[in-house]
Structures are given as C-alpha cells and as structure tokens.
C-alpha cells in the first residue's frame, strides 16, 4: 500500500475531489485513513486528509505527502463516511464537512511536543532522543532516524504524548505538586529542629510525616492552611521538593459535583424508559420521540438509559441547546457520571474544548453533554443518542456544511445499531408527525414528577391595559403578582420576548427610522455606549441629536429592549432586586453562570432575560413567570412563528412551580385570541399540533413538503435578481409536476452588507434527484460567481428564512 487519496484544504468547488500521493518509506507503517497530512499542492504546501489507501493510481507523476500531522487518526472510519455523506446531503465541500466534526485545535497547523509521560526508559531509539530531557519538539524527532512506528506504539501505550502549542498560555495549565523530599524519619527530626514558633511550617512537615505523598500545591494549602511563603521555606531547606505537572484544563471543578444515585421512576417514566432500554440491550436503532410536559423527569429517563449503556460498555452523546448548557444541566450529567463525561459548549476556549476532544478520542470518557458539533463525538462504539429539546432550532447549523444535528444522529444511530431518544415538551411538528406516523416511537409523559398541575396561565389583553390608561409595559395583573410573590418571599422570572423587538430609533415629528446604510434593518439603540448598531454588519454610528430627515430634536429611541424593561421595573418597583440576563450581560465566560447563581442564591427577586432564560432552569421558589409581549415573534415572516411562539410559552411556563410551590404564568399580548398563545396557555399540544398541520397542509409548508431554499446576494440589484431568476428557470425544466419553485422573491431581509439578496424557494414531496440538479444547476454559474462576486448558498432544510 503506497499511495494515499487525500482530500486537501482548498476551499474550490473545481478542487472537491480526492488527489493521489505517494506515501514515503517512513510513513508507510504508521500512516492510517484519518490522518491528516501536509502535501504539495501546486506550489503550495497544504494540509488534507487521508480518506484512503491503496497500492495503485491511475495517475502518473504523483508526488509524494511532505509530512504527517497525527500519530493517531483524527476521523475515525465511521466519521469519514460520516463527513462524505454530510457533504454530499448539504451540497458542501468535503473539507468543510471534515473540518466541521474537529475542534478549531485541529484546523489550524499548530506546533507540536513530545512530552515524557514516564520515569521508566523508553523504547531504545526514543530515550536517546529524549536524552534526558521530559520535553522535545515534534521537529527534533522528525529530524531524526526514529521510526514513526516507535512513537505512534508510545502513544499508544501512553508513556509519551503530543500536546499542540496552541497558545503556550493557554493550551497548558501547569499545576505545582508537592512531594517529601526525604524519609518520614528524616522529615521528623526536621521537625524537631524548627522552632516552636514556625507554626505553619510544622504543620506542614506533620502533615507530610502523615501523608508522605504528592499533592496539588493548592490542595495542601487548604488541608495545612499555609500558605506559598511556607511552602517556599521548606523547599529552601531541601525538605520538600515541587513540580510542575500539566493537567487538562478543567473548566468544571470535580469536586463541585455532588454524586446522585438513580431516583425510583414514576410509572410513566418507567414506561418511557423501557423501550429505549430494550433497543440499547437488543443493539437495535429506533427513534423514540419522548414527548414529556416540562417537570416530567425526562432527564432523569436519559440518565438512567445511559446507564444501561454504560453497564454495557458503550457510549453516549447527550446534545442540548447551546443556552440550555447551563451549570445546572450539566452538573446533572457530572453529579451522576462524575469524570466519565466530556462537556462540549461554545464558551470553552479553544483549547479546553480541544482538551475534552481528546478525552473521548483517548476513551476516556463515555458521556459527551454538548452543544451541536458534539454530534461528531468520535467515540466508536456508541450505545445511545439523546437530544433533549429537540425542537430547538440551535440544532441546525446555519453555516456551512448546513447540518441537522437530528439527521447525523440518526445516521449514526443506524451505524452503531443503537437507538437515537429525541425529548421534547413541545416536540417540532416534523417529528411529532412521523411519530404518528409510526416512523418514530412515541412515549407521553403527561404528568410532572411531583404530581403538581402544571402552572395555571393568565393571557392579558395589553390592549385593556392601555384602554384603561396603563402605558407602561407592565400590566396591573402583573405588577400585583410580582408584589405579591415578593411579599411572600419567593422569586419571578420575566421573559423579554425579543425576536424582531429591539430598541430602534424614531423620529416622533416625521416617522423616520434609523436604518443600517448597508442592510435593509432598523439600527439597534446601544444605551451603554450611546451609539446605534446594526445587528447584521458591525456598522455603528453615534446616537444623532437631530432627524437626518427634518432636523427636529424629538428624535428618540423606542421598543423593549431588556435594559429599558429593566429601568421601567425599577422605577415601577424599588424595592426589587433585578439579575438582567441577555447576550450584553452575558458575553464574558462565565458571567451567564454567575448571574444565575446569584439568582439561586436569592440576591434578587426578579430575573429578567430573552430566550435564554426560558430553557433548563430549575429553581425551587420560582413561582411567578410573566411573559412581557408573547406575541412579538408571531408577526415574522416565517411559517414555523406560531409553532415558535407556542413552543418558548410553554417552556418558559414550565419554570414555574417546579417543586413545592404551586406556581403561576402571566402572558402580556396584544393578540390574545390566537391559537398559539391560547393553547399554551391550556398546554395543549395535541389541539395546537392539529390546528398547526392544517394550516401546514393548506399552504404547503413542512412536515407535507419538504423545502430547499437558494439564497443569490451581490451589489447589483438587477444583477440578483436576473441570477435568480435563470435559476429559478433551469429549477423548473428539471424537476416534477408536483414540486414548487418560487422566486425569484427578495429575502426578507433584501440587503445585508451592501449586497442585495434573492431567494428561490424550492417545495417538493418526491425529487429524489433534487440535489444532483440543484448542485448542476449552481455549479453552471461558476465562472460568473467567480469572476464576479457573486454569491449562492443552498440550504437543504432551512429553518431561518431569513
Ligand atoms: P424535564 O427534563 O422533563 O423538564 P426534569 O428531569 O428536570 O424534568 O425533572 C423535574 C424535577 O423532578 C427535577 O427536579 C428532578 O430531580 C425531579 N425528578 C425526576 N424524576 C424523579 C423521580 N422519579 N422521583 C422524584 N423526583 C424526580
Ligand atoms: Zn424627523
Ligand atoms: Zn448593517
């Protein structure tokens, strides 16, 4: 076997294909598919993966790979039929759906080191190399005559390791390990010799007399209370000696968890448990929609289901939405698994999520809790899939290669035989209906653990409010809960419903909005910093004194933003202590914990948020959720906002009275008598999910078609829409009576970054072609895209019509 396909790093669809390359004599042994390589590339150097190997080509000529960046395979074989499959289905390149499943660590070239692991000699050749030192770079050992297949057996039996120098300060935490440096015996005659007035240092020696062993620096402080001086003087008297030893960043503190055993199931969780129990023991793939009220104990289910696997040997990837990776989420998984499981969300810098990755690559793990890209897990031998709220649109990756995390899981799920468990409160009406269908399993889970009703609704009509002279944002209603709650000492959470509601600039004498020069949007008003913002481009410009239009000075902001909510409640009550929870207080790492944490611990009263707030949280004295404009999200020109709208009434409801206290919901709207608002307000899913399809089937929307959108952008209007329209026309020759093409439509939001944007939208039930047209129908515009700035995106499933 001598030569390689590889599919390398140039982002050029005439280059989405896999290059043939001799592999050297030294590679030979070692090189495996998954590897990733540095190759020659015209003139270039670039990176690739090795997607196969074989002894012939059918080409001459070839050149031969420069350099190997992995030891061990990075994509498993699984993974890269995964990644080919994603590729193909997203109409995307290769390389991107490869480099989508790794952690940023990877996509980069960075420098690498060999580290001693072990004290022990080392297979000849290597402790040669190593000649005494711990630490060698990867170019040292490149350099020399030292077999790749050496190392990789190194590494394989752990004694060496390569860390990537992402960042030396960040990619490395060192901590300092305290050891005895002499004989227990030695140790005590030392301490005969301190004087008595050395306190802390003869606590110290007593406790290593006790404990003759290595610990964390930091531990020894808290057991001895001493403190670096102590420790600093004991070494000087050569009684102790220190070390320096890199260990995994840990953004979750082990200790914090306080370990859980299994709760004894309610009989619905028994019966929701069992099934799933009974695909992961007879290693068989299903779907099983859990469909369980908020408070019903679903995570509990997902816990004891992973178990199961785990007993087994296996794994199990657990995915959440990005907001809902909350401490207490988390904490959750950790509490019952302790270390064996991986947590993967986007606040972790680059190199602890990279950190979390080589846990599960090096099997150290069996439990990923992640975001999305935590579908790609390479764990190997998986046992289960869960993805709770599964109806969160987070699922999707807007980007390229535009992915549903619920497809990759299903084809993994067919891959390894095991079942795929989708939980939701508010299931999305595609897999509630292939549920009906018999698709996918079903379970209901129609009471909450405690037998508690769920929190009775109260829909207020904003439009009496203001009626009967009330012009502030709060109703009555609500302003007499929230005191009454706070009277009793039990807390509120406030939803600031903000989709398509944030604070623009009027003018009050001529009506003028203040636009973004470069998008079709209202500018954002950014109080801070006095300035407005566009939300689609970074533009920003100073908050004006004037009307640009008419030069009056009653030129003001207005909306709900959260930080105006938040001034109008402390002006409307005082007393209250207010945690404002949005993506502004929010940005640093680790704020979103802290906020919540001061709320569980009772610094405030009030906890007042977008979105974010609506998912996962769980805490015990909440007992009043108000909904300050439910309907603002169901004015959007999207045909899933009233399923949307339904589905963040209901979650946020579920906040409320989730332990003793019974809890109540207010929902402010100006809209009180639509469905989704009504239905919420009784949780009645069944009614909404009925009313919802036929509505669906009426105007041809999904679960009934399916819907491929093709979006056209560039700075000449006439330009996009004529581009538009010649696709929207070979669309038409090709495909069947049955399928819809529409366009070309501007996008809903017709100008962003300059560039004007046009859609063609694409309705069909049967097209099993659809993609080789649409992928030959885009690539006949190369040249021009080329050639002239043009840009076509095709999403496949689009969730953000946008
Ligand atoms: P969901 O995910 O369906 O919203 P949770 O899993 O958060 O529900 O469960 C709600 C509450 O019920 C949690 O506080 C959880 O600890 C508790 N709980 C879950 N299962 C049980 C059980 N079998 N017995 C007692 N309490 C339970
Ligand atoms: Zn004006
Ligand atoms: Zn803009």
New binding site residues.
């Given amino acids: 076997m001598s030569i390689a396909s590889v599919i390398v790093d140039v982002q050029a669809k005439s280059i989405n294909q896999t290059f043939d390359y001799i592999i050297p004599e030294r590679f030979k042994e070692i090189l495996t598919m998954g590897m990733r390589v540095v190759v020659p590339f015209g003139p270039r150097k670039i990176t690739g993966f090795v997607v196969g190997i074989k002894d012939t080509s059918e080409f001459d000529k070839l050149k031969s790979i420069i350099e190997v960046l992995d030891i061990q395979p990075v994509l498993t074989k699984e993974l890269l039929e995964l990644g080919k499959w994603v590729a193909e289905d997203t109409l995307t390149m290769y390389i991107t759906a490869y480099q989508a499943m790794l952690p940023q660590v990877l996509k980069a070239q960075y420098k690498k080191e060999l580290v001693r692991n072990i004290q022990e000699p080392l297979a000849d050749e290597l402790e040669y190399l190593f000649a005494g030192r711990d630490v060698i770079s990867f170019e040292e050992f490149e350099q020399s005559q030292v077999p790749y297949s050496k190392l990789q057996k190194a590494i394989h039996d752990t004694s060496i390791s390569i860390e990537y120098l992402v960042k030396s300060k960040i990619t490395k935490k060192l901590i300092t390990i305290i050891e005895p440096n002499k004989d227990s015996y030695l140790l005590e005659e030392a301490l005969l010799d301190l004087p008595q007035n050395a306190k802390k240092q003869r606590q110290v020696l007593s406790f290593f007399i006790q404990f003759p062993e290595q610990i964390e620096q930091s531990k020894l402080f808290k057991l001895t209370n001493s403190n670096r001086t102590v420790i600093k003087a004991l070494l000087e008297k050569e009684l102790l000696k220190e070390y320096k030893k890199e260990v995994y960043r840990n953004p979750y503190d082990e200790e914090a968890f306080e370990r859980t055993e299994p709760?004894?199931?309610?009989e619905q969780?028994e019966l929701a448990l069992q099934p799933i129990v009974e695909k992961v023991n007879q290693v068989e793939h299903d779907v099983i929609l859990v469909h369980?009220v908020?408070?019903?104990?679903?995570?509990?289910i997902y816990l004891q289901a992973i178990q199961e696997v785990i007993k087994q040997g296996k794994e199990a990837i657990v995915l959440v939405p990005e907001i809902a990776l909350t401490p207490q989420m988390v904490n959750r998984f950790k509490g019952r698994f302790g270390n064996q499981v991986a947590v993967m969300h986007s606040a972790l810098s680059n190199g602890e999520k990279f950190d979390e990755w080589r846990k599960i690559q090096a099997k150290q793990v069996s439990v990923v809790v992640g975001a999305r890209s935590a579908i790609f897990a390479p764990f190997e031998n998986l046992g289960i899939i869960i993805i709770d709220e599964e109806h969160e649109t987070t699922y999707k990756q807007e980007d390229q290669p535009r992915y549903h995390a619920r497809d990759i899981a299903i084809k993994r799920g067919q891959y390894h035989n095991c079942p795929i468990v989708l939980g939701s409160a508010t299931p999305t009406l595609e897999s509630y209906a292939r549920a009906q269908k018999g698709v996918y399993k079903l379970t209901t889970l129609d009471k909450r653990?405690?037998e508690n009703a769920m929190p009775k609704v109260e829909i207020v009509d904003m439009r009496d409010e203001l009626h009967s002279g009330n012009r502030s944002m709060f109703s009555m209603a609500l302003k007499e809960s929230m005191e009454s709650a706070m009277e009793r000492g039990e807390q509120i959470v406030l939803l600031l419903n903000r989709r398509g509601y944030s604070t623009f600039v009027m003018c009050r004498e001529c009506g003028h909005v203040k636009q973004c020069p470069h998008c079709d949007i209202a500018l954002t008003y950014h109080k801070q910093s006095n300035h407005l913002k566009c939300h689609y481009c970074s533009y920003e410009e100073p908050m004006p004194m004037q009307c640009p239009e008419c030069n009056s000075d009653s030129i003001r902001y207005f909306g709900t933003g959260t930080q105006r909510v938040e001034e109008s409640l402390q002006q409307l009550m005082p007393h209250a202590r207010v945690i404002r929870m949005d993506v502004d207080t929010t940005r640093k790492k680790g704020a979103h914990e802290k906020l919540l944490k001061k709320f569980a611990n009772k610094e405030a009263e009030i906890l007042l948020g977008t979105q974010m707030i609506a998912k996962g949280l769980?805490f015990a004295n909440v007992t009043l959720v108000g909904v300050l404009t439910a309907d603002s999200m169901l004015h959007l020109p999207d045909f899933r906002s009233s399923e949307k709208t339904f589905q963040l009434l209901t979650q946020v409801s579920?906040r409320a009275g989730?332990h003793e206290l019974p809890g109540k919901v207010i929902v402010q709207t100006y809209t009180p008598e639509h469905y989704s608002i009504q239905l919420a307000s009784d949780y009645d899913f069944n009614q909404f999910f009925l009313r919802e399809m036929q509505i669906r089937k009426t105007f041809r929307y999904p679960p009934y078609v399916y819907l491929a959108l093709i979006t056209v952008s560039h700075p000449n209007h006439l330009k996009v829409v004529q581009i538009t329209q010649r696709i929207v026309q070979l669309l038409l020759k090709v495909v069947g009576d049955d399928t819809v093409v529409l366009g070309p439509t501007p996008s809903p939001i017709s100008r962003m970054k300059d560039r004007y944007r046009y859609q063609c939208m694409i309705k069909y039930k049967n097209e099993p072609n659809l993609r080789k047209y649409v992928k030959k129908i885009i690539d006949q515009f190369a040249e021009e895209v080329r050639k002239e700035d043009i840009l076509i995106t095709v999403d496949m499933q689009p969730y953000h019509l946008m």
């Fill in positions: 709760l004894k199931l309610t969780q369980g908020t408070g019903s104990g679903k995570t509990e653990t405690n769980d579920g989730r």
